[in-house]
């Protein structure tokens, strides 16, 4: 499903990815793990086309077209989709409006008709169970005076909603407590399918006891120094990063 | 401030050759304003209030009183919502009877022509006309009480609610003068407990140099509640100047929404006097400009009894060359304590060469009070572009989402819907040309 072939990527002028080569199938949960700096999160927002991620060199196949040369929306819209680490508030934008807004656009893209406001409300209650979304998060705008918790389950409410076939989780982790990570543990594992592909990325492993990856990488300085199975983050878990990094230097978020 | 004499002389055989016949009071009014104008002549940019409004492409304009025009030229095609409520039509500053729509008026509402009001209500009349809006140092209004001849008079009994709102549209038509001006007079006096909705509108063509010099008193009685609404939408050639000068008595709740979307340059002033324990207003404003436009928005909310709150809520939207000015003063008097205000500018650029200049100006004589004030200008925000676009948004949709949201703050406050939706509609439209050119670029 995704391909990616030596990839480099400058943030502001420096580097921060030197030459990724990663690739994932339909069906499997990929984690991607590494120190503080090591690039993991400019490897989540360069595949979602964020503009201050500059590619320099290198592919990304995603089922076998060329992913960089799609907008940001496009590959929204072909199915790609990351659930940000720190999500944007967006003031006067009524949250349901919005979400029907994207979903329209991507039913748009691929031909099938716009569900009306009925047949979205129904979705809606459909999916919003699973995350525990009550109607006053809908009502709101979006993100707007969300705790830290409410916007990481609106992401993965975006996710079970737009239903798409690579998903990457940037430190979706980030800011949970227990019981909150097992409420987007549960929705990410809910999702999984064998059609579907998932990305996490994050720093720690206690995501990782939720949703369990079937590979797990090390990034650090930029590069891949490690790929295993789930016990890789364990081990990393005990032992921590260091004996990975073998003087490779940290380069910045 | 010294003015070139050539060009204030045409305004000054303007003036002198002001409308006569009326009753000695108003006459004498209108003499006094004469002799103030000539003595002030125009505002100019070393003048505090119009450091950033260079005027002078309305003094040399030489504009000369308009004539009339036949009702048939009052365009009222261009006005979305001309057709709500009961309206009282004015082309060129004269009463057009055939446009009005007064039949069906609540017994206690006097909707006329300030010309026949005058002698027809000369008690209100002249016990109100002219009592908020001082032209000691204010060369417009002292220019528009020297010539208005007509206007829009309304009077509202105490006690009344009215269901339906009241337009006063003034529209702009070609008369064979070259250079036509209005000076637009409205006197509305709501009387205690009366609840009405108010909605003073300024249209013109689009091809044709005209100017509108107006001045609005509106008195709100005792436990009055009044909305009221201005919609600038002057054609793409012509000029506004106006000030609305509003006496809020005791526990009276005055609203404005003031809507600036067209004009070369359009200077509004809103000016409320809080005259009263408890009254409370709430002023709400949006803009749009875009090309060399010009769009001036002063206000100054005068606190001058105790426990009385305002709110303030300015929104502008630049695009092409456009400048914009938001001046918002806030004025507490030693007796005003308990004072709540609260005042927020915003602007977003659309382009790179749009500008604003913003300024609050707090004036405070009392010691316990809250007020509070926050201006904040930008471009559109990359991030929030962005996070609308990786869910599958185009960037177009995108932006429109964001335009739409900051504008709809301000347009959700209107309380009639076919305003409302009218207002959506002709600032939408606007909009999409503006960013069509945009895009263009």
Redesign the interface.
């Known amino acids: 499903m995704l391909d990616i072939k030596s990839l480099q990527v400058k943030v502001e002028g420096k580097q921060i990815l030197k030459g990724i080569d990663l690739r994932v199938n339909a069906g499997e949960v990929h984690a991607i793990m590494g120190p503080n700096g090591s690039g993991k999160s400019t490897l989540a927002r360069a595949l ?4 201050e991620y500059e590619v320099t060199g290198g592919e990304v196949l995603f089922e076998g077209q060329d992913l960089l040369e799609m ?3 496009t ?3 072909e199915g790609v ?2 659930a ?1 680490q720190y ?2 508030e ?4 009524n949250n349901a409006y ?1 979400l029907k ?2 979903l329209n ?2 039913r748009k ?1 691929h031909g099938q008709p716009e569900l009306d406001a009925m047949e979205f409300m129904q979705l809606i209650k459909e999916k919003s169970k699973l995350l525990d979304i009550d109607q006053s998060m809908l009502s709101r ?2 993100n707007e005076g969300f705790s830290g918790g409410e916007k990481k389950r609106n992401e993965i409410f ?1 996710m079970a909603l ?1 239903e798409p076939k690579l998903a990457i989780l940037d430190e979706t982790d980030s800011g949970l407590d227990i019981d909150a990570l097992k409420l987007v543990a549960n929705g990410v594992n809910a999702m999984r399918s064998p059609t579907r592909a998932i990305i996490v990325v994050t720093h720690y492993q206690r995501l990782l006891d939720y949703i369990v990856p079937d590979h797990v990488h090390v990034l650090s300085g930029g590069r891949m120094v490690k790929s295993g199975g789930k016990e890789l983050a364990l081990e990393l878990e005990r032992r921590g990063y260091g004996w990975l990094e073998n003087g490779v230097t940290a380069v910045g978020a | 401030m010294p003015q070139l004499a050539e060009r204030i002389r045409p305004w000054l055989t303007a003036v002198d050759e002001r409308p006569q016949g009326a009753p000695r009071w108003l006459q004498d009014l209108r003499d006094r304003a004469a002799s103030r104008f000539g003595a002030l002549g125009f505002p100019t940019v070393r003048d505090e209030d119009w450091r950033f409004t260079n005027i002078s492409p309305i003094v040399a304009g030489e504009f000369r009183p308009a004539g009339p025009a036949p009702a048939a030229a009052g365009d009222l095609a261009s006005i979305p919502h001309a057709g709500v409520g009961h309206r009282i039509v004015l082309v060129n500053g004269r009463f057009a009877p055939e446009l009005s729509r007064l039949g069906s008026l609540p017994r206690g509402v006097r909707v006329a022509s300030l010309a026949s009001a005058v002698t027809e209500q000369a008690d209100v009349v002249q016990r109100y006309f002219g009592q908020l809006a001082d032209f000691g140092s204010r060369s417009f209004a002292a220019l528009n009480s020297a010539l208005a001849s007509d206007g829009a008079f309304v009077h509202i009994a105490d006690g009344l609610i009215l269901e339906e709102a009241l337009q006063i549209i003034f529209v702009a038509a070609p008369s064979g003068d070259a250079r036509p001006m209005t000076s637009a007079r409205v006197l509305v006096v709501a009387g205690e407990r009366v609840q009405a909705r108010i909605v003073e509108t300024y249209a013109g063509p689009a091809d044709m140099a005209y100017f509108t010099n107006a001045v609005t008193e509106i008195f709100a009685g005792e436990n009055a509640v009044v909305d009221h609404y201005k919609v600038q939408q002057e054609g793409a050639r012509g000029f506004h100047v106006a000030s609305m000068h509003v006496h809020a008595a005791r526990a009276a709740s005055f609203t404005s929404h003031s809507f600036s979307l067209g004009a070369r340059i359009a200077r509004n002033d809103a000016i409320v006097l809080l005259d009263g324990e408890g009254a409370e207003c709430t002023l709400n404003g949006l803009y749009l400009a875009d090309g060399e436009r010009l769009v001036d928005n002063h206000t100054m909310i005068d606190h001058a009894r105790p426990h009385c709150p305002s709110h303030e809520i300015y929104k502008g939207i630049l695009g092409g060359s456009a400048r914009a000015v938001f001046n918002g003063k806030i004025v507490v008097r030693p007796d005003a304590q308990k004072t709540d205000a609260k005042q927020t500018n915003r602007a977003l650029l659309l382009s790179d060469n749009a500008s604003i200049n913003t300024k609050p100006q707090l004036e405070i004589f009392a010691d316990d009070v809250k007020c509070t004030h926050g201006a904040a200008i930008g471009q559109l925000d990359d991030d929030a572009i962005f996070y609308l676009r990786s869910r599958g948004l185009p960037y177009f949709e995108a932006r429109d989402m964001l335009i739409r949201a900051f504008a709809g703050d301000i347009l959700d406050r209107v309380k009639i819907p076919e305003l409302r939706a009218g207002l959506e509609q002709e600032l939408y439209s606007q909009l999409a040309k503006d960013l069509e050119e945009i895009d263009r670029q």
């Open positions: 979602s086309g964020h503009p907008d940001p929306d590959r929204a819209r989709f990351m940000f999500p944007v967006i003031a006067g934008v919005f807004a994207a656009a991507k893209h705008a979006v975006q737009l």
